[in-house]
């Protein structure tokens, strides 16, 4: 069933919210013009509840369908822009240096809430659908935020579902895979001492930017030799800080990066293995190292059973050869992995088309995606409940 007629009348009117939240881009949790407007537009919708400050600035609205029901869909969209100085161009473009929607968060949001007005108009099904507005998923946590304060119990949500646009994917398609979908992202700090001396002198130096540079390089062997080749690993050293000036040599240096994985085996042999490899070469020149290493977000793994019912919904949107059911999984890390351990679901990809790549000062969500998107999440609710 292609897009609902419903959904094409409000295509335009949802691309205007959309392009105003464009506009005004926030961050992390400091979301609340984005978390006001979503409320008043769910009240306005007349949702039956409207509940404001889950997980500091999230927003969560609850329809109930025409007929009871034991189920209780979650939806979930996230708010929080990036802090990038938007290039687009757009006549809607962001008015504030330095911020800018540059991963679609703000397409998101309004598919979600062009869904939950549809939803409240119609309310053809059989039970409750809870939409979920979540700050702070750029590195924040937003997801882990409302959970711990109570999203699923609260609630009662027995299943929950996310989306996300993908560069690249035609509009109108979609790409999703049951289990290990995106990455678990963690993140490291190394600070190497040495003794510091006058870069004339080097016989008198502990050298840590000799040290370091042997440390970078011999981290890099632990995916090439130590990771199992049928797995996928990612060691990035990102950030190095030596000294301040030419003709000293720093009495320490500091090495931080990420570390992606997909399987929390893996996880743990890339963390002693980078304990082992600094502390050893550090060693061997006289020097110590130290080593900062915090889990981030989990592996995103999307539950078999609601996978596949993802996956025909989105058929029934795009067609079957709209739907890739076997996509690659990326190496890009997800906080809704939090919503996905707690309760079975899925998370799925909707195509943005030939546009610039997330995260990049170029991006722009695509509005065409927009009456896609919407339609999903509603015949996801009155599938998954009929009336």
């Given at each position: 069933m292609p897009i609902i007629n419903r959904v094409a009348a409000l295509a335009d009117e949802i691309a205007v919210w959309r392009q105003d939240f464009h506009t005004h881009p926030e961050l992390d949790?400091?979301?609340?013009?984005?978390?006001?407007?979503?409320?008043?537009?769910?009240?306005?919708?007349?949702?039956?509840e409207v509940v404001t400050g889950l997980g500091r600035t999230g927003v969560v609205g609850v329809i109930k369908g025409r007929l009871p029901g034991d189920k209780v869909i979650g939806m979930r969209a996230d708010m929080d822009a990036l802090p990038i100085h938007e290039e687009?161009?757009?006549?809607?473009?962001?008015?504030?240096?330095?911020?800018m929607h540059a991963c679609g968060h703000d397409g998101h949001t309004s598919m979600?809430?062009?869904?939950?007005?549809?939803?409240?108009?119609?309310?053809?099904?059989?039970?409750?659908?809870?939409v979920i507005f979540q700050p702070a998923e750029e590195g924040g946590g937003g997801a882990k935020a409302m959970l711990d304060?109570?999203?699923?119990?609260?609630?009662?949500?027995?299943?929950?579902?996310?989306?996300?646009?993908?560069?690249?994917?035609?509009?109108?398609?979609?790409?999703?895979?049951?289990?290990?979908?995106?990455?678990?992202?963690?993140?490291?700090?190394?600070?190497i001492d040495g003794r510091g001396a006058h870069a004339a002198h080097p016989h008198a130096s502990i050298d840590t930017v000799v040290i370091a540079s042997q440390i970078i390089i011999a981290l890099q062997s632990i995916v090439s030799r130590n990771v199992d080749p049928l797995e996928a690993a990612v060691v990035s050293v990102t950030y190095v800080r030596a000294g301040d000036t030419f003709n000293v040599l720093p009495q320490s240096v500091t090495l931080k990066g990420t570390v992606r994985t997909l399987n929390p085996a893996v996880q743990d042999l890339i963390e002693a293995r980078m304990g082992e490899i600094a502390t050893g070469i550090a060693k061997l020149h006289g020097a110590?190292?130290?080593?900062?290493?915090?889990?981030?977000?989990?592996?995103?793994?999307n539950h078999e059973q609601q996978t596949g019912f993802a996956a025909k919904i989105a058929a029934e949107i795009a067609g079957p050869d709209g739907v890739n059911v076997n996509v690659a999984p990326t190496m890009g890390a997800e906080d809704f992995s939090y919503m996905l351990q707690a309760r079975p679901g899925a998370f799925?990809?909707?195509?943005?088309?030939?546009t610039a790549g997330l995260h990049n000062p170029?991006?722009?969500?695509?509005?065409k995606a927009i009456p896609v998107g919407v339609s999903y999440w509603a015949r996801l609710v009155e599938t998954a409940m009929p009336a």
């Open positions: 949790y400091d979301v609340h013009r984005t978390a006001g407007i979503v409320a008043d537009k769910l009240k306005a919708f007349g949702c039956d687009t161009g757009k006549p809607y473009a962001s008015q504030t240096p330095g911020k979600l809430l062009g869904a939950a007005r549809y939803l409240a108009e119609t309310r053809n099904f059989a039970g409750t659908a809870v304060d109570g999203l699923m119990d609260r609630f009662g949500v027995t299943e929950v579902y996310g989306m996300h646009n993908m560069p690249g994917l035609p509009v109108g398609a979609f790409a999703l895979r049951p289990g290990p979908l995106m990455a678990a992202a963690d993140r490291f700090s190394l600070q110590t190292a130290t080593l900062d290493y915090v889990r981030g977000y989990p592996c995103t793994v799925i990809f909707c195509g943005n088309g030939d170029g991006y722009d969500f695509d509005d």
